[in-house]
Each structure stands twice: as C-alpha cells, then as structure tokens.
C-alpha cells in the first residue's frame, strides 16, 4: 500500500512537469515567432528584390542582345561579295523589323537617301562615320550606320519597340513591371504609356506635384543614371490603376549599349504588400508547423499520461486483490489454529510469548 501511495505522489509529480514542460514549450514557441517574424520579413524581402534584380538582368542581357543581332545584320552586308540587292535589303529589314527596326536607309557619299524601306520618319540624321560601324543614340530614335561600298547603310530603330518585347512580358510577384530609362533619365519603357518620352523626374511630380519622389528620385540620379546596379525601395502614390501610398521594392540593372559609351537602365518593382502576402503564408505555415510539433508534444504526454493512469489502475486493483487473498489466508490460518486440540504459540526472538490458542490457553488456564 506504501508503495501505491508512492507511487500515486510521483504520478502527480508527472502530471506537473507534463504540463508544466507544455507551457515552456508554448511560450518558447510564441517568444520565437515574435523574434523570428522580424528577421523572416526582412531576408524573404531581401530575396524577392534579389529574384528581381535577376529578372532586370535577364532583361538588360536580352536588349544587349537584340543591338548586337541588329548589328550582325550590317555586317552581312559589309561581308558580302557583291553590291546589296533589294530583295537582300528587304529580307535584312523583315528580320530587323522584328527586333525594332522601322526602316532601312541606303545613303550616297552626299548622304542623301537613294534607297529607303519602312516608314522612317526621322528628317536629320547625326553626322555618321563614314568609315566605320556607328550605333548613335537620340531621344526618339536608335540609328546604326554602316559605310559600304561608298555608301552608308543605316538602320533606323524604335527604342521603345526595342525594348517592349524584352520587358512588357515581365511580372514580379502579381502586378509587378518593368520600366526602363536612357542616361538622361527619360522613360523608353513604361506601362503608363504618357510616360514613355518623358523626363522621369519631371513627369512624376507633374503627377503628384504635392509630393516629393525622395528616394526613387536618389536611385535613379545616384545609381540608375550612373549605370549602376542594385536594390532598393521606394515610395509612390500609385501603382498600375491603384492609387495612394505604395511601397515599393525595386531592383535595377545597367544596359550597356555596343559601340558606344552610352548606358541605359530596367528596373523592376513590386508593392511591399504583395511580398508581405508570401511573408504571411511563410508565417501561417511556421506557426502550422510549430503549433503542429506542440499538439504532438501534447498528444503524447496525453498518451503518457492514460498509460500512466492505468497502469496506477491495474497496480491498485492489483494490491486489492492480493490483499484481499493476504486477509483470506490470514483468516483460514487463524481458524485453522484456533480449532486446534495442540498447544500452539508463538515467541518473538527473546523468547517472549506473542500469541497463543484457545488449547494452550485452556491449558494454562490463560485468557487468549
């Protein structure tokens, strides 16, 4: 019975550091959450701008491209062993067109047009080199001149065409986009059409001109302009067809333009609250799976607990039982000496009588 109530003393001890181990693994659990949430908002951040800056380099590599391809197609004229026929001019500007291309000029050594394909719709052309290959840059226009045989090949190129297919395509997270701007800052690319031509700085704070563009306004004079490429973030009164205050990641990239000095600059940006909606579904599945790993913890000091239980249960129907067989034999065993005719008794180790039966008390004419 001393060992039942020993034990049932340490069952309960059990039972205290069970539920007292689930609450420090519950506040554990909550203290880290809270201290971790900060630090996971910050790195999953950091590696979507970081995807970004992929996407504006995979952008910036494609329009690099596409310059060289239009080159390539000069310089299979320049290879060529015999004067360019007009069928050979049309079948370069079909594939030039593809890329960009809104015309085809063949110039004498005056440099007046003898030759044209397209629509060109450019009237002054820059002075051309007449000796070598020559990309030249303007605000509405991308030329490459090429001398050939005592003439002059150019090919005249819409920025803009250039480089919408490369980037129209992009999409950061559900409404991010792409948007890309010469060295003097004006728009090439933009999803708000009239702001394509446009002087970036001017054009936003004729948008919003009770708001100062601070930070956007810094990266691209200090890094964009300066063909420099990085991450960042900004904030903005609009986005696509959204309206008020946006934060915004941004992840921008140089776009190095072959045969000249010029660089032009992609950037990608993202409203924070679509990567804070990925850093929400992040949390709800840390916080599965924590509160996951706490109800197993749980569960199974539960289970603990019920195999506890009823092995106390069995102990203590155990010890009845056993007891209840221990008061039956002492029962019959003191009958059994009790209708005995001998003399029965029982000494301690002294030698000192402890009890005796009715016979020997008979005997001895002694009260049992």
């Known amino acids: 019975m001393k060992q039942y109530i020993k034990w049932d003393i340490s069952s309960h001890k059990f039972l205290l550091g069970v539920g007292s181990g689930v ?66 001019l049309q079948m370069i500007f079909q594939r030039a067109h593809r890329l960009g291309a809104r015309g085809l000029l063949v110039l004498n050594q005056d440099k007046k047009v003898i030759y044209k394909i397209g629509e060109p719709t450019l009237t002054k052309l820059a002075p051309l080199d007449p000796n070598n290959l020559a990309v030249h840059l303007s605000k509405s226009w991308v030329y490459i001149s090429e001398p050939l045989r005592k003439k002059i090949i150019v090919l005249l ?25 010469d060295e003097n800052g004006y728009f090439i690319y933009h999803p708000i059409k009239s702001f394509i031509g446009q002087n970036a700085f001017k054009v936003r704070q004729e948008k919003a001109p009770d708001f100062y563009f601070k930070k956007i306004n810094k990266i691209q004079r200090q890094e964009m302009l300066q063909g420099k490429e990085g991450i960042g973030e900004y904030i903005s009164l609009w ?6 205050y946006v934060k915004k990641f941004v992840a921008y990239t140089p776009i190095h333009i072959p045969y000249t000095s010029h660089i032009w600059s992609v950037a990608v940006c993202v409203p924070e609250k679509e990567v804070n909606a990925v850093i929400h579904y992040l949390y709800l599945k840390q916080f599965f799976i924590q509160g996951s790993l706490i109800l197993a913890l749980i569960g199974l000091g539960i289970f603990a607990l019920s195999l506890e239980r009823g092995f106390r249960e069995t102990l203590r129907q155990e010890v009845e039982r056993k ?13 059994l000496i009790e209708s005995a005719d001998d003399l029965i008794l029982t000494l301690d180790m002294f030698g000192n009588i402890i009890s005796f039966n009715q016979a020997t008390a008979s005997f001895f004419k002694k009260k049992p």
Do not use: M
């Not at 297919?165 to 559900?174: L, M, N, P």
């Not at 007891?323 to 009958?335: D, F, M, Q």
């Open 157 to 181: 190129i819409d920025p803009y065409l250039l480089v919408q297919r490369h980037v129209a395509r992009i999409r950061s997270g559900k409404t991010g986009y792409a948007w890309v701007i």
């Open 323 to 335: 007891t209840e067989v221990l008061k039956k034999s002492e029962e019959k065993y003191r009958l």
């Open 239 to 244: 986005h696509r067809d959204v309206k008020g």
């Open 23 to 88: 609450i420090i693994l519950l506040l554990c659990a909550l203290n880290l959450g809270i201290h971790s949430a900060q630090d996971l908002k910050e790195i999953i951040a950091q590696q979507f701008n970081h995807q970004q800056l992929i996407l504006a380099r995979q952008a910036s590599q494609e329009i690099e491209s596409s310059f060289n391809a239009l080159i390539e197609e000069l310089l299979i004229l320049k290879y060529s062993q015999r004067e360019p026929s007009p069928d050979l």
